[in-house]
């Protein structure tokens, strides 16, 4: 779409809460397009609304609670950075083999593409206007080019999923389908969410790597519960194994419990004893949810 915006074709307009395009001619609007985007707005694609300004169409995209992709990444973790990019791969895929619709119409600079930080969706914005660029491999090489930058300026590499990706990416043979099948691959681990049901402070884990530490003392732990000493400084560790988790307790004072079914049993030290979703875990005196998605 860079083509039309440079020509001038289209004209662009960012407000907080919208983003808008106006065209410079109504014969580049397709009606059936627009119809298609709609109904595709909750797949991933921002709803467009289609109005006159001037006597010319403007298509309006409402970014409510919304941040761009570049806005988001400074403040979410390595995990989720890559359960970002791996949705922004599958809806540019699903609108390829959509017969109906034309990826190289999708807005994919970063700065437009858009993250609602309640549930970590991504939301782009789709042209339903007339283009003659239907070079993919342009725009994939470009997509990867951008990607790489992204990661790079996101973190040190200190996440080995992320480092991979990197490398693969930086040899130019991989392609987006092949890059979608290979973060799939890295998160066959369903997410665990430890969620606080009474604490003063309202908590909540995200575990997606094999071995997670809890505990009092931050520099020593993967999530840390230093807003009370009845935690130990290592209190215990969620581990992945089997396709299971399990919960273990570290040796610590208060002990570690897990309540099944109204039935509460404590975990001995270095025991490890399974947890399921619907489970409450109960780290000394505070309790918190178990939901694995």
């Known amino acids: 779409m860079n083509e039309l915006l440079q020509s001038g074709a289209v004209a662009e307009v960012v407000d907080t809460q919208y983003v808008s395009y106006l065209l410079s001619d109504e014969n580049l609007f397709l009606l059936t397009e627009y119809k298609v985007l709609n109904n595709n707005a909750d797949n991933g694609l921002i709803r467009c609304s289609k109005l006159l300004y001037n006597g010319k169409i ?19 973790d390595d995990d989720t950075l890559l359960m970002i990019i791996k949705e922004l791969i599958r809806i540019i895929l699903d609108i390829n083999a959509n017969e109906f619709l034309d990826c190289m119409k999708l807005v994919l600079s ?56 990197c490398d693969r990416l930086s040899q130019g043979t991989l392609r987006l389908h092949e890059l979608y099948a290979l973060i799939c691959e890295m998160q066959s681990q369903p997410a665990l969410f430890l969620t606080s049901i009474d604490a003063k402070t309202s908590l909540e884990f995200r575990i997606t790597k094999p071995e997670f530490i809890l505990g009092r003392e931050a520099s020593l732990v993967d999530g840390a519960l230093g807003f009370d000493r009845v935690f130990g400084r290592v209190h215990c560790k969620i581990v992945y194994q089997d396709n299971e988790y399990y919960i273990v307790d570290s040796g610590s004072i208060n002990g570690t419990f897990v309540t099944r079914n109204d039935t509460e049993t404590q975990v001995a030290k270095g025991q490890m004893y399974p947890i399921y979703d619907q489970d409450v875990v109960r780290l000394a005196n505070y309790s918190f949810s178990v939901r694995v998605k």
């Open 58 to 76: 403007k298509l309006v995209y409402f970014i409510y609670n919304c941040r761009s992709l570049y806005d988001t990444i400074s403040g979410v």
């Open 110 to 165: 970063f700065d437009r593409v858009f993250i609602d930080p309640r549930e970590m969706t991504v939301k782009v914005i789709y042209l339903p206007v007339r283009n003659q660029n239907k070079d993919f491999s342009k725009l994939e090489n470009d997509f990867i080019g951008r990607l790489i930058e992204l990661i790079r300026s996101k973190t040190a590499l200190y996440n080995a999923n992320l480092t991979r990706i």
